[in-house]
């Protein structure tokens, strides 16, 4: 019997076999609830989650507070950067400034090649911003782009999304690839190298080329949702589209500041118990830094350009209603897949798959699918699972680029099958106001592809190293 803990006070008990047959069943049930019977996907994330504690076995005492803190702890990092980048997007849409840097991006890029602009923005944009706040932050210029062009809201949209999700799984400073390259001894410095190098044909092929094909295919409306209603009108006197590059640049220049000092401090080159040192990393946290670009947004936007305090009152509070249902789905994905990792499902089905015998790199990646699969976390499968395999690491002789290959893999592994346990998914489904089945059949898409193009890769580089 597999005894995994999960809290001080409980141990499961259940082998994997049961904790798979559990977790197959709560999917499936969840998909019924939502496709067919048409459930709110907040309310039938709640039941199922709530089914999904009492058949593992977690005490009845701990259902509730395991479902809670799995909630609360996915809404600690989505709820602020949702908020604070609607309300900067709905900045920009009021003011004209997406339009104007729409026109922009159109006028030195051309129609034909919008796409492909927007997704490299996204991938330089993604470097040293989180997939959830980069993707709110490029929305409104997303949608101005479709609804200017027009063609659906995937041939933009899907672009991009996959050009901030191929980032943050491959790349330091992104916490899961700086946590495996830490576990298994990896050169932070080549492994970054080698995942700008590959992620840029990685999403050429996955996120661009496949979005364009299945945008032809599956035709979206270019959502309100940002814009508080219909679009607003084209804007006489719209500001510079230097201006609106700014003020996204703004956050992403403060955060990567914090991150570079981060690795100064780790190589011994600022004190890191300096008051300034402190100061410095709460500004250039991602909620404070787009808290600040909101100000700076509604001054040089608002304030500047003649708009009352009133006004941008309003068209702040517009912001908010349209992405509450957004947050409460993405914080009920988290609880889902809170209540999986108590249970220990993942754990179970990696310990289980410990014992093949499969090289150390086809292993990692498949503990890492398993995992994610499991609880839906890309981060925390990508470090589980490179916490899995540092034993096997270090009993063995590998050199440099065969661990940085390592940690590409694992990288890969932890974005497949991206589904209902995953806040991501619900992130990304409710902005494109797509349903369940158009989200499986889009997002799930590119980001499997995406794992398997970076295992593949992987794979190549162990070879040759």
């Known amino acids: 019997m597999l005894a995994q803990d999960t809290t001080d ?29 048409k459930v709110h996907a907040f309310l039938a994330l709640v039941v199922i989650s709530l089914l999904t504690a009492f058949a593992t076995g977690i005490p009845a005492d701990m259902v509730v507070p395991t479902m809670t803190d799995g909630f609360g702890t996915t809404l600690g990092s989505v709820a602020l950067l949702v908020g604070l980048g609607a309300m900067l997007g709905r900045l920009l849409e009021v003011s004209g400034g997406a339009q104007s840097l729409t026109d922009a991006l159109i006028a030195r890029f051309g129609e034909d090649r919008a796409p492909l602009a927007l997704g490299v923005a996204s991938l330089l944009f993604g470097f040293p911003i989180f997939f959830d706040a980069g993707l709110v932050v490029m929305l409104p210029v997303i949608f101005a782009v479709a609804r200017r062009l027009g063609g659906g809201l995937l041939r933009y949209g899907l672009p991009a999304a ?121 500004l250039g946290s991602t909620p404070v830094a787009l808290l600040i670009a909101v100000f ?114 694992l990288g890969g592994g932890s974005v497949v ?4 346990n995953d806040s991501g998914f619900w992130l990304v489904g409710r902005f494109f106001e797509m349903d369940v089945k158009t989200t499986f059949k889009t997002w799930t898409v590119v980001e499997t592809t995406i794992g398997l193009s970076g295992f593949t890769l992987a794979c190549l580089l162990y070879a040759i190293a």
Not at 10 to 30: C, E, F
Not at 178 to 201: F, K, M
Not at 253 to 259: D, E, K, P, Q, W
Not at 417 to 420: C, L
């Open 417 to 420: 099958a991206s589904h209902v």
């Open 296 to 409: 700076a947004a509604s001054y040089v936007l608002g304030t500047r350009r003649g708009r009352g305090q009133e006004m941008l009152e309003k068209t702040i509070d517009s912001a908010l209603a349209p992405v509450c249902a957004i947050i409460l789905i993405t914080g009920a994905g988290g609880m889902f897949g809170g209540v999986l990792r108590a249970s220990g499902i993942g754990d179970a089905l990696a310990e289980a798959l410990e014992d093949l015998g499969l090289p150390v790199i086809v292993a990692g990646f498949i503990i890492a699918v398993v995992l994610r699969i499991a609880q839906g976390s890309a981060t925390v499968a990508l470090t589980a699972a490179a916490g899995i395999v540092q034993p096997v690491v270090e009993a063995g002789d590998y050199n440099a680029l065969q661990l940085a290959a390592l940690v590409l893999a």
């Open 162 to 282: 996959g050009a901030f999700s191929t980032i943050h799984i491959f790349s330091p400073p992104h916490p899961g690839p700086v946590a495996a390259t830490e576990l298994l001894g990896a050169d932070v410095g080549l492994v970054t190298a080698v995942a700008i190098v590959c992620s840029v044909p990685i999403w050429f092929v996955t996120s661009h080329l496949y979005g364009l094909w299945i945008g032809k295919r599956i035709v979206l409306p270019v959502p309100s949702l940002l814009s508080g209603g219909e679009p607003a009108e084209k804007m006489a006197a719209p500001p510079r589209a230097s201006t609106v590059v700014w003020l996204l640049l703004l956050p992403l220049v403060l955060i990567f500041a914090n991150t570079g000092l981060d690795a100064a401090r780790a190589a011994g080159w600022v004190d890191g118990e300096a008051g300034w040192y402190s100061l410095a990393q709460a």
């Open 9 to 37: 006070e409980w141990t499961q008990t259940l082998d994997a076999g049961p904790l798979l047959a559990i977790a197959g069943l709560a999917i499936a049930a969840l998909l019924f609830l939502i496709i067919r019977l």
